[in-house]
């Protein structure tokens, strides 16, 4: 979509409840897949990457919200699906937080090339420790939001996964397990192991200290429970950490949501000051 600054900045408002200016966009990965997203255009020159959790997609209702929030403040936001999730090619996977972040890369070099600019990247509770292994990783991105991600990830798996996951998975080499809508997924040795080694904290370690990280988590938490936030404050230089009430890990009140937007927009508006 080619418009004129001037057209488009009159038009933000009108822009921002039109769905149709929303562009699909595909970026091949360093595998050769085809990721699928959606631009939501201001003409802003910063992009904010906006990135979904364990078994979610792009559609998810967290995903759009603060998608949508960012636009309707004239900021572009991009939520995509990562490989083997919603539209994307490839297959799912259990773990994968390392090509995930290979994902991102895809997805900010894509935007780059074009001489956009990436604001920040959001990620929401799986998302959330990806877009913080990303800034561990690559040191090219000036702020990251992290919503309600798992500080220790060997926790959390017997919830999903069952008592005795592990025998199981280490006697056949695997375990299929049903989701909550039916579907059936792997979990392999492999890939169990490969969370199971996941060392969050050192990762944080080495995250530069001029990128702002801002931890948002629910007080009401029940899948990852707040003390993981408050290890995230411990270890990161550059963190702020924001503490909504009542909230759980879906934010699923409107009320919710809206202090949700709110605490992402405050963070992000902050370093324009």
Known sequence: ?????????????????NPAMQQKITIQNKHGEQLVGLLHETGSNEIVVVCHGFLCTKENRIMVNLAMALENEGISAFRFDFAGNGESEGSFGYSNYYREVEDIRAVVEYFSAANRTIKAILGHSKGGNVVLLYASKYHDIGAVINVSGRYDLTKGMEERLGTGFRETIWKNGFMDVKNGTGEIYRVTKESMMDRLNMNMHEACLTIDENCRVLTIHGSSDKIVHIEDAREFEKVIANHRLQIIRGAGHGYTSRHLQRKLASAMLNFIKDDQL
């Open 1 to 17: 979509m080619t418009m004129h600054g001037s057209f488009l900045q009159a038009n933000t408002n009108m822009m921002a409840q």
